[in-house]
């Protein structure tokens, strides 16, 4: 097998991969949380991830890629003090939370495969496996690193850091968490604000909740990837991903419970993305920059100048490292969106390109290109370099189809090979990119018009008076204002 060198946040450097029970490969990546649409920043960890599949898979990996559905709405970020939104949703209204987290799963995964992301192998859920949680948590509290306070159980972290060492991902030591949040809401039921919960009480209103030695209550929101992770991929597995935001407390929290419930580390490669930033700044919906994926699709936002395909997104977001932050503007996306357009461009070239019986363009090329490329996705997955060697090749394409370069037949299949191979098995880009936008349905619904009206322009001349009523009749029931102009029509569709 190619040797493949990724970066391990854990320790910080490139490694070279090694699997420890090869051809086998495991694979968790955190998954959404299900009580809203997702937005650009969830496209990202997804569009990695299904570019580490696919590459460790064509590589002839057998790779076991676990992605959790989140179905218990713990806050993003504190799992402690969080409401749970899939609940408070559902109260409001009125619908069963799982119905909630069904619908959002629904489009979740209507949004996944517009992206061109391959389904992972399993695709757990929070909530179907509270067992597994609960389990976990009796383990940290018979090591000795939890405590039970009015029904809820917390990680004790301070009595974890004393035999291990807190922070390990990160690079943060308790100390400084603690000075950073103090600042906070009181301690209240916890010793230390550092102490993160494994189990919460539920209060009265709160409808999600399920049967535990402590209380009524839910998990803690750490909890899930741990023990699910462990029950698919087993104590020890290969690779955990997911955005940079997840190093701390998430990863870290996983970190800790691992090892206090194992006695060592469960993961061997950590993997993290970097963040997308609009207009430099952060996402947020209390910055108004808050934009879902459906909507880049449907163009539907005060932000977008236009509709953006599913594949511009995804080519978008490829054209960086996954390491790399990544700056969205309409500009920046209506860029991708024509180079994308250009990359496609050159593959339908293949079909057009006239062999001959000698050429100048040789399988070295072919082979050097392919090599290019390899190096380029195993150094840590550099998919803008491989979209760079492409690139080259495409003005390669455009030599050939102006008869400045020549090529045999052979050469050339060779040639269309190793492009589609880089180009839609790898990186997961589609043809038809901008087909199934509302734009490109507005405008190919508008050629239709203009078809009809250029058939009712006949008519007029034929002095077929009924046909032209017809036509401006039918068209008005629907909504369409036809206007008789000087040189033709006009038209416009009132909604
Ligand atoms: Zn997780």
């Not at 004393?162 to 949040?181: E, P, Q």
């Not at 039921?189 to 209060?203: M, S």
């Not at 005060?302 to 953006?308: M, R």
């Not at 399988?363 to 290019?372: Q, S, W």
């Given at each position: 097998?190619?040797?493949?060198?990724?970066?391990?946040?854990?320790?910080?450097?490139?490694?070279?991969?090694?699997?420890?029970?090869?051809?086998?490969?495991?694979?968790?990546?955190?998954?959404?949380?299900?009580?809203?649409?997702?937005?650009?920043?969830?496209a990202?960890?997804?569009?990695?991830?299904?570019?580490?599949?696919?590459?460790?898979?064509?590589?002839?990996?057998?790779?076991?890629?676990?992605?959790n559905?989140?179905?218990?709405?713990?806050?993003?970020?504190?799992?402690?003090?969080?409401?749970?939104?899939?609940?408070?949703?559902?109260?409001?209204?009125?619908?069963?939370?799982?119905?909630v987290a069904?619908?959002?799963?629904?489009?979740?995964?209507?949004?996944?495969?517009?992206?061109?992301?391959l389904?992972?192998?399993?695709?757990?859920?929070?909530?179907?496996?509270?067992i597994?949680q609960?389990?976990?948590?009796?383990?940290?509290?018979?090591?000795?690193?939890?405590?039970?306070?009015?029904?809820?159980?917390?990680?004790?972290?301070?009595?974890?850091?004393?035999k291990?060492?807190?922070?390990?991902?990160?690079g943060?030591?308790?100390?400084?968490?603690i000075?950073n949040?103090?600042e906070?809401?009181?301690?209240?039921?916890?010793?230390n604000?550092a102490?993160?919960?494994?189990?919460?009480?539920?209060?009265?209103e709160?409808?999600?909740?399920?049967?535990s030695?402590?209380?009524d209550?839910?998990?803690?929101?750490?909890?899930?990837?741990?023990?699910?992770?462990?029950?698919?991929?087993?104590?020890?597995?290969?690779?955990?991903?997911?955005?940079?935001?997840l190093?701390?407390?998430?990863?870290?929290?996983?970190?800790?419970?691992?090892?206090?419930?194992?006695?060592?580390?469960?993961?061997?490669?950590?993997?993290h993305?970097?963040?997308?930033?609009?207009?430099?700044?952060?996402?947020?919906?209390?910055l108004?920059?808050?934009?879902?994926?459906?909507?880049?699709?449907?163009?539907?936002?005060?932000?977008?100048?236009?509709?953006?395909?599913?594949?511009?997104?995804?080519?978008?977001?490829?054209?960086?490292?996954?390491?790399?932050?990544?700056?969205?503007?309409?500009?920046?996306?209506?860029?991708?969106?024509?180079g994308?357009?250009?990359?496609?461009?050159?593959?339908?070239?293949?079909d057009?390109?006239?062999?001959?019986?000698?050429?100048?363009?040789?399988?070295?090329?072919?082979?050097?290109?392919?090599?290019k490329?390899?190096?380029a996705?195993?150094?840590?997955?550099?998919?803008?370099?491989?979209?760079?060697?492409?690139f080259?090749?495409?003005?390669?394409?455009?030599?050939?189809l102006?008869?400045?370069?020549t090529?045999t037949?052979?050469?050339?299949?060779?040639?269309?090979?190793a492009?589609s191979?880089?180009?839609?098995?790898?990186?997961?880009?589609?043809?038809?990119a901008?087909?199934?936008t509302?734009?490109?349905?507005?405008?190919?619904?508008?050629?239709?018009?203009?078809?009809l009206?250029e058939?009712?322009?006949?008519?007029k001349?034929?002095?077929?008076?009924?046909?032209?009523?017809?036509?401006?009749?039918?068209?008005?029931?629907?909504?369409?204002?036809?206007?008789?102009?000087?040189?033709?029509?006009?038209?416009?569709?009132?909604?």
């Amino acid at each position: 097998m190619r040797p493949l060198v990724v970066y391990n946040t854990r320790t910080r450097q490139k490694e070279a991969f090694r699997p420890l029970n090869a051809p086998h490969v495991g694979m968790y990546v955190c998954g959404p949380t299900v009580y809203g649409d997702a937005h650009l920043g969830h496209a990202r960890p997804a569009i990695t991830f299904d570019i580490v599949f696919r590459y460790l898979t064509h590589l002839g990996y057998k790779v076991r890629y676990v992605r959790n559905i989140t179905d218990v709405g713990h806050l993003e970020h504190d799992a402690d003090e969080g409401e749970d939104k899939i609940a408070k949703k559902a109260r409001l209204e009125q619908l069963e939370p799982m119905e909630v987290a069904q619908y959002y799963t629904n489009r979740f995964h209507d949004a996944m495969h517009a992206l061109g992301c391959l389904p992972p192998s399993i695709e757990p859920h929070a909530t179907g496996h509270i067992i597994e949680q609960e389990q976990l948590v009796k383990e940290i509290l018979e090591a000795g690193f939890a405590y039970e306070s009015n029904g809820s159980v917390y990680f004790d972290v301070e009595a974890y850091n004393k035999k291990h060492r807190y922070g390990v991902l990160s690079g943060r030591n308790l100390d400084d968490i603690i000075n950073n949040s103090r600042e906070l809401a009181g301690v209240g039921e916890k010793k230390n604000q550092a102490d993160f919960a494994l189990w919460k009480k539920a209060q009265p209103e709160h409808i999600m909740r399920w049967p535990s030695p402590w209380s009524d209550g839910f998990p803690g929101w750490h909890c899930e990837c741990t023990a699910m992770g462990r029950k698919y991929l087993g104590s020890h597995f290969d690779i955990h991903g997911g955005g940079m935001d997840l190093v701390f407390p998430h990863h870290e929290c996983e970190i800790a419970q691992a090892v206090a419930s194992q006695g060592d580390e469960m993961v061997h490669y950590w993997i993290h993305n970097n963040m997308i930033t609009i207009n430099g700044q952060k996402m947020g919906k209390s910055l108004g920059n808050f934009i879902t994926l459906p909507q880049f699709f449907s163009g539907d936002h005060e932000k977008l100048t236009q509709a953006y395909a599913p594949m511009v997104i995804r080519f978008f977001i490829l054209q960086a490292h996954y390491r790399s932050t990544v700056d969205f503007s309409n500009e920046a996306l209506q860029a991708a969106e024509k180079g994308l357009e250009r990359l496609m461009d050159a593959f339908k070239a293949f079909d057009r390109i006239k062999t001959s019986n000698e050429g100048t363009v040789g399988m070295e090329f072919v082979e050097g290109l392919k090599e290019k490329c390899y190096d380029a996705m195993s150094d840590d997955f550099n998919t803008p370099i491989v979209i760079s060697h492409l690139f080259d090749a495409s003005r390669t394409l455009n030599l050939l189809l102006d008869g400045k370069e020549t090529i045999t037949a052979e050469v050339l299949a060779a040639f269309k090979e190793a492009f589609s191979l880089f180009t839609f098995d790898i990186l997961g880009l589609q043809q038809g990119a901008s087909e199934g936008t509302s734009a490109a349905r507005e405008e190919a619904y508008g050629e239709v018009v203009n078809m009809l009206l250029e058939q009712r322009m006949k008519a007029k001349q034929n002095k077929d008076w009924a046909t032209s009523d017809l036509i401006r009749d039918r068209l008005a029931a629907l909504g369409f204002e036809v206007k008789d102009t000087k040189d033709g029509y006009s038209w416009k569709l009132n909604k």
